[in-house]
């Protein structure tokens, strides 16, 4: 097998470089890249392109809060360093947290996770919920995009060949209940099955916000703002009488794929535990 080049910078600047002359495949935690390259037990994974190592930039790593409330997550920032931060929304915690077995959480980054787009990805899912951004640096300029913008489709990001992911901001929010599951064969090392996230925001009886992401439904997290603002604005009572239209209109979210009626009724039944919670006055906080 032809030999590639393999880079190991210690800064970001000589990573950007290196991403702008080489357009070197980027290599984080490497738990999903590794295995996608993977030739068998004791084979070195076949690249036919350079990789750049990141391990060692040390600016690409921590969590930080800022002034106006927003925390920035370096994309090197491990799950296991996310499910342990005080600073991270607990919905973005509850996917870290189950993300794989222990191991795989202390390798595993989020710039990885998104910059993969894997349907089943476990972080993207709440991010997407969560309106957070990412972060895309290169030699000459830097943008940013939200990740629901980023993430393209199954595998598919907007990432140009000189880009690097370079931290997740997670915009300041204050929801009254949230909701997590997810499903997989078993609790923890596990593959998603499906993955959801829930959250509103209830004030004087009344919805003022609400929002719900799926993951491995489809080929990138679902979301419907449109299916969303049917129960926004809405009195608590009001919520048993436009539950089946939400219910309906999010059927419409989930792909069409590999096993439609399981994902739909499986999502269906989840959103309306959730949403019979809020009607029932279910106490602020997490709903179980």
Request: charged share 25%.
């Amino acid at each position: 097998m032809e030999q590639v080049k393999c880079f190991m910078p210690q800064t970001l600047e000589e990573a950007l470089e290196i991403r702008k002359n080489y357009h070197a495949v980027i290599l984080a935690g490497g738990s999903d890249l590794m295995v996608s390259k993977s030739m068998g037990a004791g084979i070195t994974p076949a690249f036919d392109s350079p990789v750049m190592i990141l391990t060692g930039v040390k600016e690409l790593k921590g969590i930080r809060k800022n002034d106006d409330g927003s925390v920035e997550i370096g994309a090197l920032t491990t799950s296991a360093e996310i499910s342990a931060s005080d600073l991270v929304h607990p919905l973005l915690k509850d996917a870290a947290s189950r993300m794989g077995a222990i191991a795989l959480r202390n390798s595993a980054t989020i710039g990885g996770n998104i910059g993969n787009a894997s349907p089943k990805g476990d972080m993207p899912q709440p991010l997407i919920l969560l309106d957070a951004k990412v972060v895309l640096k290169s030699r000459e300029a830097e943008r940013i995009l939200p990740v629901d913008e980023f993430i393209l489709g199954s595998k598919k990001t907007a990432l140009a060949d000189d880009e690097i992911i370079t931290k997740v901001i997670l915009p300041p929010q204050n929801f009254t209940h949230i909701f997590f599951r997810k499903i997989g064969m078993r609790r923890a090392n596990a593959i998603s099955k499906l993955t959801l996230s829930a959250a509103a925001t209830v004030q004087d009886g009344v919805v003022v916000d609400f929002r719900a992401s799926s993951g491995a439904a489809g080929p990138k997290v679902a979301r419907s703002r449109k299916a969303e603002e049917i129960l926004i604005g809405k009195k608590l009572s009001e919520l048993p009488q436009v539950k089946e239209e939400f219910l309906d209109a999010w059927n419409g979210v989930i792909s069409p794929h590999a096993m439609p009626e399981y994902r739909r009724n499986t999502t269906r039944r989840m959103l309306a535990y959730f949403i019979d919670a809020l009607a029932s006055g279910h106490s602020e906080g997490r709903v179980e």
